[in-house]
C-alpha cells in the first residue's frame, strides 16, 4: 500500500515496523542481529518467463531511501526530477520455473518486489521513489504480472508479510528459519484458491468483479482492491452506506465496548452515538477521542475519517473500528474486537474482497485491509533471530 511506503522518510526501527505492518513496537533485541541475512526465493509458479527481483526501502543504518543488490550492499537513489526521472536499474535476476535464488537482505524496511517476464518501471521525483500504482491505467507497470512483499529486518529481527492491501495478483508465501532450525510460514493459498478468488469477485453482485484487470490478450492481471475500486469507478461510493447507517443507529442506544490492547484488558473504551458523531470516553466518562461517521472509502483504506495516529488512545480504537467495519462485526458484536472468526463477513454489506481471499487462504491469514491485523489475522511471519527468510512464488492456478 503506497501509503505505508512514507514510512521510508523515517529512521526509528520501531516506528517503521508499526506503520509498515501495523505492529506495536518490537522488543528489543538482547544482542544485535547480522548486518545481513539470506532470503531464499523459489519459483514454483510454473511459468517460463524470467523473473526480476528487487530490494527497496530504507536503510535502517543510514535512514536513506535505496535499493540493496543481490549481495545486501544498499545502494541509495539519485535525486530525482520533476517530472520524474528514470531510476537506476536495481533488477536482480531472479529463479527460472522449479528453481531457487537466494539473495541477502540487510538492516531495511521496505519491499522485495518480483515481476514475471518484464522488468518493472521505475521512477523518482524530488521525493523519492514512485512506487506503481496500477490503479491508474497510464502506470507503465498496468500489463506486468507483479506482486510484492512488505518487510523489516533490523536488531529485533525480522518482519516478512504478504500482502493484498493493494491488490490480488500473482500468488506467493513467506517464511522463516528459526534458530532451533524450524521454520514457519503463510500466504499459501489452498488448490485452485488463484483462479478461485477470481470467480467470487465476479459471482459477487454489486460491481465487485470490477475490482479484476485483464490484459488485452485476456490475461488476468489481479484484483485491486476495494479502496482502489472506488477511485476507478468499479465501486460504487456508497457501497457500505447501509451497513454504516446500521451501525450507528444501534450505537446511539447501545455501548460499544473497545479493548484495543489484548495485554491490557483493563483498558477500555466505550463509544456512543451522538447526532453524526461517536464519542468514546474513558472509565471516568471523560471523551478522549471522537469519529463521524465514516464513508467507504475511509473503511476500505482505514483513513481519513478512520485515521489512525500511531498513538496510545485514537489509533489503537480507530485500527479497532476498522477492522469492526471490513469484518462487518459491529452489530452483532458489541465489545471488539473479535477474537475469533466465526461472525467475520457475514452481513451482506461487507468488504466481500477481504471475505473471499480470507477464505481461500490455506491458513485463513491475509493482509486484505490494511489493519488486518487486529485480532492476529494477518499473514505475517516474524522471528527475533532469524537463520533465513523465504520466498516462495506459487501456481496460478
Not at 189 to 216: D, P
Not at 242 to 261: E, G, I, S
Not at 288 to 297: L, N, R
Not at 318 to 347: E, H, I, K, M
Request: aromatic share 10%; with cysteine.
Amino acid at each position: 500500500m503506497l501509503a505505508r511506503l512514507k514510512v521510508l522518510a523515517t529512521t526509528g526501527a520501531a516506528a517503521l515496523v508499526g506503520a509498515l505492518l501495523g505492529l506495536g513496537a518490537p522488543a528489543p533485541a538482547e544482542a544485535a542481529t547480522p548486518d545481513t541475512i539470506p532470503l531464499k526465493i523459489t519459483n514454483n509458479s510454473g511459468l517460463g518467463r524470467p523473473v526480476y527481483l528487487y530490494d527497496l526501502g530504507t536503510s535502517l543504518t543510514t535512514g536513506q531511501q535505496g535499493w540493496a543488490d543481490a549481495g545486501g550492499a544498499f545502494h541509495p537513489w539519485p535525486a530525482g526530477g520533476n517530472p520524474p526521472t528514470p531510476a537506476p536499474d536495481a533488477s536482480i535476476p531472479g529463479p527460472a520455473a522449479g528453481q531457487s535464488t537466494t539473495i541477502r537482505i540487510p538492516k531495511f524496511s521496505g519491499r522485495i518486489y518480483f515481476s514475471y517476464g518484464q522488468k518493472l518501471v521505475f521512477k523518482l521525483t524530488t521525493g523519492g521513489l514512485v512506487q506503481p500504482a496500477v490503479q491508474n491505467p497510464s502506470d507503465p507497470n498496468r500489463d506486468i504480472q507483479f506482486n510484492w512483499s512488505e518487510f523489516t529486518y533490523d536488531n529485533s529481527g525480522l518482519w516478512l508479510n504478504s500482502t493484498q492491501v493493494d491488490m490480488f495478483s500473482v500468488p506467493y508465501a513467506v517464511g522463516v528459519q528459526r534458530a532451533d532450525g524450524s521454520t514457519v510460514s503463510t500466504g499459501h493459498l489452498k488448490s485452485g484458491g488463484y483462479n478461485g478468488v477470481f470467480s467470487a469477485l465476479r459471482a459477487q453482485s454489486g460491481g465487485w468483479g470490477g475490482l479484476i484487470q485483464t490484459r488485452s490478450d485476456g490475461t488476468v492481471l489481479r484484483a485491486l482492491s476495494p479502496g482502489h475500486g472506488l477511485e476507478t469507478g468499479a465501486l460504487p461510493a456508497g457501497v457500505l452506506d447501509d451497513y454504516v447507517n446500521r451501525v450507528w443507529q444501534k450505537y446511539a442506544t447501545a455501548t460499544l465496548t473497545v479493548t484495543p490492547f489484548a495485554d491490557q484488558p483493563g483498558t477500555r473504551y466505550y463509544g456512543r452515538v451522538s447526532g453524526n458523531v461517536m464519542n468514546f470516553t474513558n472509565a471516568s466518562g471523560a471523551v478522549v477521542t471522537s469519529f463521524q461517521k465514516p464513508d467507504a472509502d475511509s473503511i476500505l483504506g482505514c483513513h481519513k475519517l478512520l485515521d489512525a495516529p500511531n498513538d496510545q488512545v485514537r489509533g489503537p480504537i480507530s485500527r479497532t473500528l476498522c477492522a469492526g467495519f471490513n469484518r462487518s462485526t459491529l452489530l452483532v458484536n458489541p465489545n471488539q474486537p473479535d477474537t475469533s472468526t466465526a461472525g467475520f463477513y457475514q452481513d451482506p454489506v461487507t468488504n466481500h474482497y477481504a471475505r473471499i481471499i480470507h477464505e481461500r487462504m490455506a491458513d485463513s491469514k491475509a493482509y486484505a485491509f490494511p489493519f488486518d491485523d487486529v485480532g492476529d489475522h494477518e499473514s505475517l511471519v516474524h522471528d527475533s533471530a532469524p537463520q533465513q527468510g523465504y520466498l516462495t512464488l506459487d501456481p496460478l492456478s
